[in-house]
């Protein structure tokens, strides 16, 4: 007797079967609140892009370039083109106050760049906290009808490995890589009970990057907007949180937890740094003297 299967064939793909018994052992890859942590062994890459192409989705990722950061547009995007949700359709956001330094990087197909100018800013805290207003800004403006999801990226960084579609959910967070291994009690959190980014000892999860969150276009947009009140707030009563825009995010992350995880796999050390538990660097920081780069000490 014939067996008649009513599967198509068009969307049959091969690969390994899951186990319910058997995972990565040396890391974590589910948070308490049950969010994947995702790490190299913890998803099959063929698989999960299988899943998300069928969405015809587009990534909105935003950059800033001010001052000499734009040494590092080139080398960012060159990679981003090589390993950066490859066979998506990514849109770039690049904001810079020397929009004719941008360089000319080849783009492959569904991937476009947008150069914003903005003015120039003399503290590099200042630069680095701006970030939010202006991302708050373009999501409301101009991103929520055109793009699905969103990351918002460091430019001091260069792309080694992939990164997925394995890296997409509503609100995405990156364990910051010094601070993987560390009690929560030596986090560099926000101490001061005077900071709407207060965390006090005892409390919190993990210590997030401040160079790296993503998510949908709603979900970032409510981020960005509370983490920029709350700034103009510490601002208004002359305090400024010590890590800037990273410190309020982890105040937003701890009250609002994020849905997906990323390792530090995804904005490591550097290249040539190695630890056990990373099997790939996807992303790294690229090495710079503090002194030379930024505008004030
Ligand atoms: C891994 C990580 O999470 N690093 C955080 C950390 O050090 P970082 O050393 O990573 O900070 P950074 O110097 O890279 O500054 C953050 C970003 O601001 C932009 N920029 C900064 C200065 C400048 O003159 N021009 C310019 O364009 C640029 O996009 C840069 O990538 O602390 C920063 C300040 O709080 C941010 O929270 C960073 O995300
Ligand atoms: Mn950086």
């Keep these: ?59 909105a990722t935003t950059v800033f370039a001010l001052g000499k950061y734009t040494r590092f547009i080139k080398d960012f995007l060159e990679s981003a083109e090589q390993h950066y949700l490859v066979g998506f359709r990514v849109h770039y956001y690049l904001f810079t106050d020397q929009p004719e330094s941008v360089p000319e990087v080849k783009m492959g197909e569904n991937r476009s760049l947008t150069v914003l100018t903005v003015q120039s800013l003399n503290r590099w805290q200042d630069i680095s906290m701006n970030r939010m207003e202006k991302l708050e800004k373009l999501i409301e403006n101009e991103l929520v009808r055109e793009a699905d999801y969103i990351f918002c990226l460091d430019i001091d960084g260069k792309f080694y490995g992939r990164w997925g579609a394995e890296s997409l959910g509503r609100l995405v967070g990156v364990i910051h890589p010094w601070f993987y291994n560390f009690q929560r009690n030596q986090f560099t959190y926000e101490r001061r009970p005077e900071s709407l980014a207060y965390i006090p000892a005892g409390e919190g999860d993990y210590y997030y990057a401040g160079a790296a969150f993503g998510g949908t276009l709603e979900d970032v947009l409510n981020l960005t907007k509370t983490c920029r009140e709350h700034l103009n707030i510490d ?51 690229v090495p710079k003297n503090y002194a030379e780069v930024r505008p004030n000490p």
């Excluded at 068009?10 to 589910?30: I, K």
């Excluded at 796999?265 to 660097?281: H, L, P, S, T």
Aim: charged share 15%.
């Design 235 to 285: 601002a208004a009563n002359s305090i400024e949180a010590l890590w800037q825009e990273e410190s309020h995010l982890n105040k937003y992350f701890l009250l609002n937890k994020p849905s997906k995880l990323l390792s530090p796999e995804y904005m490591w050390r550097g290249i040539n740094i190695g630890a056990a538990q990373i099997k790939i660097v996807r992303l790294a920081n």
């Design 1 to 59: 007797m014939e067996i008649k299967t009513c599967v198509s064939t068009a969307y049959r793909l091969v690969y390994n079967q899951p186990s319910a018994l058997v995972g990565r052992t040396d890391v974590a890859s589910v948070t308490p609140w049950s969010a994947p942590i995702i790490w190299e062994g913890t998803f099959d890459p063929t698989l999960i892009d299988s899943i998300y192409k069928q969405q015809n989705l587009t990534i």
